[in-house]
């Protein structure tokens, strides 16, 4: 498998991530269950995989802006995939927009500071940026968690070598 690149790993490490996300979901677990680090046990074992290949091809000078950049390459293909995934997903899932709105409506009516027309406008927005929220929070959560995984996992790498 050393033929594989850096990229195909990312792409066969989001592929993955998205079945088992779509596994927990049609298994019906929540989306809090444990059962869910899973997919991100997939991620971080993608960006190891794409680095003790890439040490192990022997094509490297043991420098840690080698490493780190197989890294990127490779948890940026996950990044996209998954940022496309969680749109297209929600997308095709209005319900959670709706189940949303309602829980934040009533942690609102909870906290009881605001007026009905107030509520009502606060909901209105959480409803229309819905979508962008996700979005921005998978592209930078999973940007933050492949980048920690790289740095860490470079540095074991280049650490070894000195």
């Known amino acids: 498998m050393k033929n594989i690149t850096a990229t195909k790993k990312g792409l066969f490490t989001g592929l993955m991530m998205i079945a088992l996300s779509l596994l927990f979901y049609y298994a019906k677990l929540p989306f809090d269950s444990p059962f869910q680090y899973i997919v991100y046990l997939a991620y971080a074992f993608g960006i190891v995989w794409t680095l003790y290949d890439f040490n192990r091809s022997g094509e490297h000078q043991g420098k840690f802006g080698e490493f780190f950049l197989q890294g990127f390459k490779c948890f940026i293909v ?5 940022v496309l995934f969680t749109a297209v997903f929600n997308m095709m899932h209005p319900e959670f927009k709706e189940e949303m709105a309602q829980a934040y409506k009533e942690d609102l009516i909870k906290k009881g500071n605001t007026t009905p027309a107030e509520l009502e406008t606060i909901v209105k927005k959480a409803k229309d ?4 929220m996700l979005i921005s929070g998978a592209i930078f959560g999973y940007l933050i968690i492949g980048a920690v995984v790289t740095l860490v996992s470079t540095l ?4 070894r070598k000195s």
């Open 156 to 159: 074991m790498y280049t650490r």
């Open 78 to 82: 996950v990044t996209l995939l998954m």
């Open 129 to 132: 940026f819905y979508i962008v």
